[in-house]
Nanobody
Framework: QVQLVESGGGLVQAGGSLRLSCAAS????????IGWFRQAPGKEREFVAR??????DYVDSVKGRFTISRDNAKNTVYLQMNSLKPEDTAVYYC?????????????????WGQGTQVTVSS
């Protein structure tokens, strides 16, 4: 099993940057895909990014602005967020699972962190 803890959220101005961290524990961490999701007030949770070995995937709205990466030695996955916009405001969650082509679906991730708040002011 995998345990996940997010950190790095906060309040930033539009155009600013923030780096989120997802610290993981568990012997099987390296065998799982790690994804980032976000949920804004009044909206459903949506997929943001995923990393699977050397492959990465992003939702169209963050391409060119967000970068997902991992440090296997530290069992940590990062989400570097640049050029932040007010519409990026949400609670961000990291998740672990063994996904296939449908990596954008929540149900394909078995383990979840508790989230970290990101607020972008205009």
């Amino acid at each position: 099993q995998v345990q996940l803890v997010e950190s790095g959220g906060g309040l930033v101005q539009a155009g600013g940057s923030l780096r989120l961290s997802c610290a993981a524990s568990g012997r099987t961490f390296s065998s799982h895909d790690i994804g980032w999701f976000r949920q804004a007030p009044g909206k459903e949770r949506e997929f943001v990014a995923r990393i699977k070995w050397g492959d990465t995937d992003y939702v169209d709205s963050v391409k060119g602005r967000f970068t997902i990466s991992r440090d296997n030695a530290k069992n940590t996955v990062y989400l570097q967020m640049n050029s932040l916009k007010p519409e990026d405001t949400a609670v961000y969650y990291c998740a672990a699972g063994r996904t296939g082509l449908l990596f954008r679906l929540e149900r394909n991730y078995a383990y979840w962190g508790q989230g970290t708040q990101v607020t972008v002011s205009s």
